[in-house]
């Protein structure tokens, strides 16, 4: 079996990439004039803008550069960088999105030769019980590798960018539970089964403190 963790590692990684967003964020705060008497004026608000960083993993798709990842990882990113196993920055365009199923695909221009698909699995045949292995960049740690079960399917998660027109909140069916650790960092990732395929792409956790208990969904 460590055999066999070891040939995944070293199979697969070369085709998961960490993601680098920038956000420009738009908020409003309190402002009170600079007056010479102290007179009653009502609370005014003006808008503000800073710029919000967030980070996720994704896998490479085919030889045109497109590597999958979750929605909510680029989802409003002004600017998208990212970056290979051996260190290679390079910029990302978002080429599109599915809100509904919490998937994005995004576009590097970069030579061909340089990237290495990922292997692709069938998540119809899942039994609980089945080994799986998460390769991503949690709490912002490239290239870590985790291992565990399938401990449910058939489960659902909310989209949480994603409503009905009754502003009801859509809710991805199907979804594979799995206690292989997942954190911040993981999402966009791929789930693998024992042969390196991949069955799923890593998306939540259901935890209170925002870090591994045990239970992670994928899509």
Known sequence: LQTAYEHIYEQVLPSVVSITVTSVVTETVPYFPELPFNFDFPQQEVPREYQQR???????????????????????AERIIVTFYDGTEVEAELVGTDPNADLAVIKVNVDPNSLTIVPLGSSADLKVGQITVAIGN???????????????????????????????????????????AINPGNSGGPLLDLSGNVIGVNTAIESSTRSNSGVGYAV
């Open 54 to 76: 967030g980070a996720g993993s994704g896998f490479v798709w085919d030889k045109e550069g497109h590597i999958v990842t979750n929605n909510h990882v680029v989802s409003g």
């Open 138 to 180: 949690p709490f912002g740690l490239k290239n870590s590798m985790t291992t565990g079960i399938v401990s449910g399917l058939g489960r659902m998660l909310d989209a949480a960018e994603s409503s009905t027109a009754q502003g009801s909140t859509y809710s991805i069916p199907d979804i594979i539970q799995t206690d292989t």
